[in-house]
């Protein structure tokens, strides 16, 4: 009964204001029964609190929203509650639902000690300590049948741990979310690529592969992944492998890039990478489409104005919007927060227009009851010869 009663106190308190600072390298999902944007930490960071900190944004329930003036609500942390520290660059996913989002580690405030893994409920207005796993920065992550994935990232000395190494690694990670195991997702009949950090994931849902595009790697320094470098893990199974034959059809392929986001299609066909910034901080505010069975990138040409470039932003989609929302540009929070593309038209707009479907009756729990049942075979029996064997150790100042 307690913790329930405090998280509605919690609610009643939640204070409303007309803007939100701009910020980079936050995590923000959709709920799709409450009709909410949430939105966690982000840079730069506070000197009030050293509390994670969580806002909400209301979906207009039918009609046209202005992202110009938005109203977010900022959250208190319930007294009492163990929140995370504040954070940037942290793995961040829903966990399938419709309900809570899970972080771990990412960069922590200055002096702040590491955030392991936690899971947020956005009814409840809870905080929840799930794991002790060593943190790690700049992992993408996706919620995909009954787990959540993530590959790469780096452990350095932001993450609030003492540490002398910098330690890459190149294969993914299951969380369990059912159980909250997590373990290394290790292949008996594929070797492993590269290491990559500050990537992009996808997951699709027609092939079972988790895609992940860009970032960088680590090639005697820190170099950015080449576009036609894309890496591939079947979740079913258990194989990695790399898109090898991807081309462009717009003559060159798209700029190498990190800080990006990508989401699939409403077809599930195409990938829809958004931004990024060069190795110089130096933001891209273009549309590329990657062609999952032809192997293809294609520039896509939008209509009005886009946001400004950008990296570090996060995209959520409501119906058939994608949202980009804050980012960074050359080390500064970009001072356009919000701005809307509609996946079917591929306009951009400041002034979506929400409720033409009927998203707020739908139940919670309708999505998980569709979602295929995984082959069996799927165990998390990493061994520590195995996981040594396939992370890469660099000396932190040779990144
Ligand atoms: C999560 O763990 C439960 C209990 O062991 C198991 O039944 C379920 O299949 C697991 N889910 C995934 C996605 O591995």
Redesign the pocket.
């Known amino acids: 009964m307690y913790k329930p009663i405090l998280g509605l106190i919690c609610l009643a308190l939640a204070g409303t204001v007309q803007a939100i600072e701009s910020r980079y390298g936050q995590g923000c999902a959709y709920i799709k029964h409450s009709r909410e944007i949430y939105c966690f930490g982000g840079e730069p960071f506070s000197s009030a609190s050293n509390d994670m900190p969580v806002f909400s944004l209301d979906i207009t329930d039918k009609g046209t929203m202005d992202l110009k003036t938005l109203e977010w609500k900022t959250i208190p942390k319930a007294s009492g509650d163990v929140a995370p520290q504040a954070a940037s660059k942290f793995m961040f996913s829903p966990t399938g639902d419709d309900d809570s989002i899970y972080i771990e580690g990412g960069k922590v405030c200055p002096g702040c000690p590491p955030n392991y893994g936690y899971t947020y409920s956005t009814s409840k207005k809870l905080w929840k300590q799930m794991n002790n796993y060593k943190p790690i920065v700049t992992t993408p992550a996706v919620y995909a ?3 959540i994935w993530s590959f790469g990232g780096v452990t350095d000395s932001q993450i609030g741990l003492p540490q002398k190494i910098t330690t890459l690694y190149n294969i993914a990670v ?1 969380i ?4 909250w ?1 997590q373990g290394y997702y290790t292949s008996e009949t594929s070797t492993y690529p590269q290491a990559t950090w500050d990537s992009s994931m996808v997951y699709s849902p027609l092939d079972n592969l988790l895609i992940v595009i860009g970032g960088y790697e680590y090639l005697e320094k820190s170099v950015l992944v080449k576009m036609d470098d894309i890496i591939a893990i079947d979740i079913g199974e258990k194989k990695y492998s790399k898109l090898t034959g991807t081309t462009s059809l717009s003559g060159s392929l798209p700029e190498s890039r990190h800080g990006h986001t990508a989401i699939m299609d409403p077809t599930n066909k195409f990938v829809v990478m958004f931004g990024g910034c060069d190795s110089n901080m130096v933001g891209m505010n273009d549309i590329w489409l990657y062609n999952i069975e032809s192997r293809t990138w294609e520039k896509k040409n939008t209509y009005g104005t886009p946001p400004s470039k950008r990296c570090r932003h996060s995209v959520v989609v409501v119906e058939n919007y994608m949202i980009v929302l804050f980012g960074e540009y050359l080390g500064y929070a970009t001072d356009d927060i919000a701005m809307a593309l509609d996946l079917n038209t591929w306009t951009w707009t400041s002034q979506p227009v929400f409720g033409s479907q009927t998203n707020k009756v739908e139940k919670r729990g309708v999505e998980e009851a569709t979602t295929t049942v ?1 082959s069996s075979g ?1 165990s998390t029996k990493a061994t520590t010869g195995v996981i040594v064997s396939v992370i890469f150790v660099i000396i932190a100042n040779l990144l």
């Open positions: 049948n009954g787990a299951k369990n979310t059912t159980t195991n995984e799927l």
